[in-house]
């Protein structure tokens, strides 16, 4: 018997972790990966009476793999914000599942945990780009608006951090990542404590994004606007973070950053406008590898030849 926990590679699914790992400490195998990579249950070799938790990734996409583990004897608790689909009842699966668009599962496992590791909650909301989330749990706290902007800024980077077509890209696997974090019970800890790792995520993120600033828009209008950044390790990591930064300039319109792969497809991120948190994944999932939640969604795999429909459905959805 193991304790098994997997969990996304960005800031929602670590600072999960660093909550649930922080109430319960216990030596566990992490099974993670870029955030891109949610299909992970089936990847974590599972056996019959693991205790294992599940945090931030689709249980569509992990159905095959959560019910295997189950059939083996295995107890699973799932707290998730994206897409579900059926969720089977079975005696050993908590699933706390709630595909609001102003949650994410920071918050879930706040709740879950009664707020007692709320700062990480409050950086992992910031981090999914729901900062009236974060301030609002913010406000049931003593933080003051400095301490409030370094978990803020906490967040963005962590979630920065995840993105890339692989572990090569990143500055940080998320599992390395989790280990330097999990010693802290709260961020601000962290960030007085382990600078050099805080100023590496910090200088990274502020140079990606002076890089992607720079670019034109492929197209532009009133309701959505797509940018197109090259296959670049550079581009890989910040293709997500701004989405976020382009939907909180423009809360009016949708947004799409695709980024070139080398096979010449490309990696899609969407989001949804800020005043209308909804259809992101209603859009992606017209594709083969779409996936995500309402506000916020992806592909993994948009081929040259749907470049031109994925842009007239993106349009068309939100005129």
């Not at 699966?93 to 879950?112: E, G, K, P, W």
């Not at 301030?135 to 963005?156: D, I, M, N």
């Not at 949804?272 to 594709?287: I, Y």
């Amino acid at each position: 018997m193991a304790k098994v926990d997997i969990f996304n590679g960005d800031a929602d699914g670590i600072c999960s972790l660093l909550q649930l790992r922080q109430a319960e400490p216990c030596d566990s195998r992490l099974v993670t990966g870029v955030k891109r990579d949610i299909a992970l249950v089936e990847q974590a070799s599972i056996a019959a009476g693991d205790d294992v938790v599940v945090l931030d990734i689709s249980f569509d996409k992990n159905r095959v793999g959560v019910v295997d583990a189950l059939d083996k004897g295995a107890r699973i608790l799932y707290v998730d914000h994206h897409f579900a689909g059926g969720i089977p009842q079975h005696d050993n699966l908590q699933a706390i599942i709630n595909t609001a668009s102003d949650v994410c599962t920071s918050l879930l496992i706040n709740s879950y945990l009664s707020g007692r590791y709320c700062e990480w909650a409050i950086t992992g909301a910031f981090g999914d780009n729901l900062n009236r989330g974060a301030e609002a749990l913010a406000k049931t706290t003593e933080l003051t608006s400095a301490q409030l902007q370094q978990l803020a800024s906490l967040g963005v980077y962590l979630n920065y951090n995840g993105y890339g077509a692989t572990l090569e890209d990143l500055h940080f696997t998320p599992a390395a990542l989790f280990d330097r974090l999990r010693h802290y019970a709260s961020p601000l800890d962290f960030i007085a404590d382990d600078v050099a790792t805080f100023d590496c995520l910090e200088a990274g993120y502020q140079q990606d994004m002076a890089t992607a600033a720079a670019l034109s828009a492929t197209i532009e209008s009133d309701v959505a606007a797509v940018f197109t950044l090259p296959n670049e390790k550079w581009a890989r990591r910040v293709g997500g973070v701004y989405s976020n930064d382009l939907a909180n300039a423009h809360p009016d319109r949708a947004h799409a950053v695709l980024t070139e792969k080398t096979n010449g497809s490309y990696l899609v991120s969407v989001r949804a406008p800020l005043n209308n948190k909804t259809g992101a994944d209603e859009v992606v999932r017209q594709f083969e590898t779409g996936g995500g939640r309402k506000a916020a969604a992806g592909i993994n795999e948009l081929p040259a030849t749907d470049l031109a429909r994925f842009i007239d459905v993106l349009t068309n959805f939100y005129r």
